[in-house]
T-cell receptor, first 113, second 112 residues
């Protein structure tokens, strides 16, 4: 079972470059999420998609955009990367936003120079 | 705003010991609470999910309890093993919001 798959696993960018993190889940889940994890800050929600066709901002959305491409896929885009966006990014999914168990991908480690 | 605290931040125990990890939260209006395990450089693995109407959940050597009124949850690990060494995170799903609020985690080391 693949579960939640993220690509790429590692990426180094220069300030101002753009990139897209891809996420796909094979569990037929309705809700998908993007988190970032930073030392001392814990995990913080960037954006989420409660169902196909909807997206909403989380706690730290500035500098990011998302696309819920279909029920399986949810991408996170950095239009103009900044050093403050150096982090580990996690995609997650759940069957139901309110009651569902959350399943995480392995993470994407991004460094912005 | 919901705040989630985990104490202790780090814990080292000898193999075979039973242990308790603590999680406290400030807003008791929650949908559910979830415990995760995270190994270094890896993603989070779901361990147990407790709905707001439940008191506890068990999976193997793990038992999680929830006391909404006092804003507390505990994760009990029986007969700890070196393979249990990891960071354990609790996360609360609020009624008022749409996001999980995570605690800072407890880094557990079980020594052989």
């Amino acid at each position: 079972n693949a579960g939640v798959t993220q690509t790429p696993k590692f990426q180094v960018l220069k300030t101002g470059q753009s990139m897209t993190l891809q996420c796909a889940q094979d569990m037929n889940h309705n809700s998908m999420y993007w988190y970032r994890q930073d030392p001392g800050m814990g995990l913080r929600l960037i954006y989420y998609s409660a169902s196909e066709g909807t997206t909403d901002k989380g706690e730290v959305p500035n500098g990011y955009n998302v696309s819920r491409l279909n029920k399986r896929e949810f991408s996170l885009r950095l239009e103009s990367a900044a050093p403050s966006q150096t982090s580990v990014y996690f995609c997650a999914s759940s069957e139901d936003r309110a009651y569902g168990e959350l399943f995480f991908g392995e993470g994407s480690r991004l460094t912005v120079l | 705003k919901q705040e989630v605290t985990q104490i202790p931040a780090a814990l080292s125990v000898p193999e075979g010991e039973n242990l308790v990890l603590n999680c406290s939260f400030t807003d008791s209006a929650i949908y559910n609470l979830q415990w995760f395990r995270q190994d270094p450089g890896k993603g989070l693995t779901s361990l147990l999910l407790i709905q707001s109407s439940q008191r506890e959940q068990t999976s193997g050597r793990l038992n999680a309890s929830l006391d909404k009124s006092s804003g507390r949850s505990t994760l009990y690990i029986a007969a700890s093993q070196p393979g249990d060494s990891a960071t354990y995170l609790c996360a609360v799903n609020n009624n008022a919001g749409n996001m999980l609020t995570f605690g800072g985690g407890t880094r557990l080391m079980v020594k052989p």
